[in-house]
């Protein structure tokens, strides 16, 4: 459970310096909560502040967060992926909730709708690491998936499935953002031990 004093306010846009001597370029990310409650203000949005502090241990370059919190609607879920795509020109779309298999859970259709291109490997690898916690992994449909130079993908709701997923998936995301031509994501190997291939690295 993600201890919710410690985490710093979600607003519209944080802003986070690059950390000493990273090599790598500014990265603008979104962060999007799909969740019709939390978008009420009946409960903490918990699942948005768990992605962001991932991003604050695991990444050196410097960030520009982008945060919305959203109702479960298709319309206004693609209208906030397009918006952050290529409005804010994100290079990363990181959504939160809305996966499973109820009549309101709808962001797989969302994200599919906006994407040009979907790849597989993020929504398999998810359920193989959520299986291994949880036998109801097998109900999610998370999926990942390509806007021109952006990559999205869907992640579970609670912080603990966020965080025990995206430690794993996030090892492929820099590379993958390098081939659709994005900006190089330098990361602390400590944190998220990302793979590239050595002609790749900057260091």
């Known amino acids: ?20 001597n990273n090599c790598g370029d500014l990265v603008k990310i979104g962060i999007l909560t799909i969740s019709d409650r939390a978008s009420q203000g009946e409960y903490l949005d918990e699942g948005g502040p768990a992605i962001l502090e991932f991003l604050k241990e695991a990444i050196l370059s410097p960030l520009e967060v982008y945060y919305s919190c959203i109702a479960d609607e298709v319309a206004e879920i693609e209208s906030e992926l397009i ?15 809305g996966t499973g298999p ?38 999610s449909r998370q999926v990942g998936g390509t806007r021109g130079k952006c990559l999205i993908f869907n992640l579970p709701g609670r912080p603990k499935a966020i965080r025990e997923t995206i430690d794993e998936i996030w090892r492929a995301v820099p590379y993958c953002v390098d081939l659709i031509g994005g900006p190089y994501i330098d990361m602390d190997e400590g944190v998220c031990d990302s793979f590239r291939p050595k002609d790749a690295r900057r260091r």
Do not use: W
């Open 83 to 97: 918006r952050f795509a290529d409005d804010m020109d994100c290079s990363v779309i990181v959504t939160t909730g």
């Open 1 to 20: 459970m993600v201890n919710t004093e410690l985490v710093i306010h979600l607003d519209q846009l944080n802003h986070l310096d690059g950390k000493p």
């Open 102 to 139: 109820a009549q309101r859970d709808v962001t797989p259709e969302a994200t599919i709708a906006v994407c040009d291109r979907i790849l597989d490997g993020f929504g398999e690898q998810m359920r193989a690491i959520s299986l291994q916690y949880v036998p109801t992994a097998i109900l």
